[in-house]
Protein backbone atom coordinates (compact mmCIF):
# COMPACT_ATOMS: atom_id res chain seq x y z
CA UNK A 1 0.00 0.00 0.00
CA UNK A 2 2.66 2.69 0.96
CA UNK A 3 4.55 1.91 -2.27
CA UNK A 4 1.05 2.70 -4.17
CA UNK A 5 0.95 5.62 -2.46
CA UNK A 6 4.33 6.84 -2.97
CA UNK A 7 3.81 6.08 -6.57
CA UNK A 8 0.31 7.66 -6.57
CA UNK A 9 2.06 10.96 -5.56
CA UNK A 10 4.92 11.21 -8.11
CA UNK A 11 2.32 10.90 -10.34
CA UNK A 12 0.37 13.32 -9.67
CA UNK A 13 3.45 15.54 -8.96
CA UNK A 14 4.82 14.90 -12.54
CA UNK A 15 1.50 15.43 -13.68
CA UNK A 16 0.94 19.03 -12.34
CA UNK A 17 -2.07 17.30 -9.97
CA UNK A 18 -0.90 17.43 -6.86
CA UNK A 19 -2.19 20.16 -4.26
CA UNK A 20 0.82 20.59 -1.57
CA UNK A 21 -0.43 21.89 2.07
CA UNK A 22 -3.09 22.09 3.83
CA UNK A 23 -4.10 25.30 3.47
CA UNK A 24 -4.86 24.81 -0.25
CA UNK A 25 -5.55 21.26 0.43
CA UNK A 26 -8.67 22.57 2.09
CA UNK A 27 -9.63 25.12 -0.36
CA UNK A 28 -9.72 22.42 -2.64
CA UNK A 29 -11.94 20.67 -0.84
CA UNK A 30 -14.77 23.03 -0.35
CA UNK A 31 -14.63 23.25 -4.03
CA UNK A 32 -15.11 19.29 -4.11
CA UNK A 33 -12.39 19.30 -6.79
CA UNK A 34 -9.99 16.75 -5.14
CA UNK A 35 -9.79 12.62 -5.79
CA UNK A 36 -7.29 11.54 -2.73
CA UNK A 37 -5.99 13.90 0.22
CA UNK A 38 -3.04 12.32 2.04
CA UNK A 39 -1.34 13.31 5.73
CA UNK A 40 1.41 12.36 7.31
CA UNK A 41 1.73 10.13 10.67
CA UNK A 42 3.14 13.25 12.41
CA UNK A 43 0.15 16.07 10.77
CA UNK A 44 -0.67 18.47 13.40
CA UNK A 45 -3.95 17.05 15.35
CA UNK A 46 -5.51 20.33 14.43
CA UNK A 47 -5.24 20.21 11.32
CA UNK A 48 -5.84 16.72 10.58
CA UNK A 49 -9.22 16.91 12.24
CA UNK A 50 -9.73 19.87 9.75
CA UNK A 51 -9.10 17.39 6.77
CA UNK A 52 -10.92 15.09 7.88
CA UNK A 53 -13.99 17.07 8.50
CA UNK A 54 -13.71 18.33 4.80
CA UNK A 55 -13.38 15.10 3.05
CA UNK A 56 -16.01 13.65 5.36
CA UNK A 57 -18.25 16.16 3.88
CA UNK A 58 -16.74 16.26 0.23
CA UNK A 59 -16.99 12.46 -0.34
CA UNK A 60 -13.09 12.47 -0.38
CA UNK A 61 -10.72 9.75 -0.02
CA UNK A 62 -8.23 10.25 2.61
CA UNK A 63 -5.15 8.32 3.23
CA UNK A 64 -2.43 7.64 5.98
CA UNK A 65 0.99 8.54 4.58
CA UNK A 66 3.56 5.59 6.90
CA UNK A 67 5.80 8.44 7.00
CA UNK A 68 6.37 11.56 8.74
CA UNK A 69 6.13 14.84 7.24
CA UNK A 70 10.14 15.20 6.50
CA UNK A 71 9.90 11.43 4.63
CA UNK A 72 7.00 13.30 2.44
CA UNK A 73 8.66 16.28 1.76
CA UNK A 74 11.38 13.73 0.23
CA UNK A 75 9.08 11.75 -1.96
CA UNK A 76 7.84 15.29 -2.82
CA UNK A 77 11.09 16.49 -4.16
CA UNK A 78 10.91 19.14 -1.71
CA UNK A 79 13.34 20.53 0.66
CA UNK A 80 11.12 20.86 3.54
CA UNK A 81 8.33 18.52 5.49
CA UNK A 82 4.65 18.27 3.78
CA UNK A 83 2.31 17.62 6.33
CA UNK A 84 -1.06 17.11 3.41
CA UNK A 85 -1.01 16.71 -0.10
CA UNK A 86 -3.54 16.03 -1.95
CA UNK A 87 -4.17 15.13 -5.70
CA UNK A 88 -6.43 16.57 -8.31
Known amino acids: MA???TEQIKDA???K???VGSKQTIKYLKLKQLKVVIVSTNCPADI???IQKYTE???IKLENFEGTSKQLGV???KP???AV???K
Open 3 to 5: KEL
Open 13 to 15: LSG
Open 17 to 19: KAI
Open 48 to 50: KKD
Open 57 to 59: IAG
Open 75 to 77: ICG
Open 80 to 82: FPI
Open 85 to 87: ISI
